[in-house]
């Protein structure tokens, strides 16, 4: 089973800060977080991805509690291209992961 | 990622046949893995190989088999006895293979369909 949870659909205005949370209550202590993200029918894009610290790139940032148990993936000016399905992933395990819609 | 190739793009099988989805990497990583996509849901690992000679099953395995004689290849085999085998395959990779800590590369993937 997944490791993590996350909301199904989340939808965002274009320009705006998308924020999607994950939790991963059962995250051991040198497990990592990653994010990535699916346009349809293509392979997942790696995005991030933090073990304790807040993580910045330049796609997006990554805020972890201090107790680790969740997470939220930033992408502080969303575009359309943004648009696709993210999963947030702990392990190798994949869960359904978020619908993100950016609307024009 | 221009480093791993899967191929067909698309794959065709017929009732009883068995098939293989190729994947092949330049990356000089050390694991690799497949995953199989259903429509509107996550990846669910099939098998791993984190060095050559040597893979382990993943969640679902039943019906599929896979090979590592060489670092660059890890072909996946849809068996007959997957009774349900249309999905969306895709190949991923890693540097290293040991404590699942690691960036994974993705291949662009291979839909396959039953007639």
């Known amino acids: 089973d997944a490791k993590t949870t996350q909301p199904p659909s989340m939808d965002c205005a274009e320009g705006r800060a998308a924020n999607l949370p994950c939790n991963h209550s059962?995250?051991?202590?040198?497990?990592?977080v990653y994010w990535y993200r699916q346009i349809h029918s293509q392979g997942p894009q790696y995005i991030i991805h933090?073990?304790?610290n807040n993580e910045t790139n330049e796609m997006a940032s990554l805020i972890i509690t201090e107790d680790r148990k969740s997470s939220t993936l930033i992408l502080p000016h969303a575009t359309l291209r943004d648009t696709a399905v993210y999963y947030c992933?702990?392990?190798?395990?994949f869960g359904t992961g978020t619908r993100l819609k950016v609307l024009a | 990622d221009g480093g791993i190739t899967q191929s067909p793009k698309y794959l065709f099988r017929k009732e009883g046949q068995n098939v293989t989805l190729s994947c092949e990497q330049n990356?000089?990583?050390?694991?690799m893995y497949w995953y199989r996509q259903d429509p509107g849901q996550g990846l669910r690992l099939i098998y791993y190989s984190q060095i050559v000679n040597d893979f382990q099953k993943g969640d679902i395995a039943e019906g599929y088999s896979v090979s590592r004689e060489k670092k660059e290849s890890f072909p996946l085999t849809v068996t007959s006895a997957q009774k349900n085998p249309t999905a969306f395959y895709l190949c991923a990779t890693t540097r290293f293979g040991y404590g699942f800590y690691e960036k994974l590369f993705f291949g662009s993937g291979t839909q396959l369909s039953v007639l």
């Open positions: 933090g073990l304790k």
């Open positions: 992933i702990v392990g190798y395990i």
């Open positions: 990356l000089n990583h050390d694991a």
């Open positions: 059962t995250i051991s202590g040198n497990e990592y």
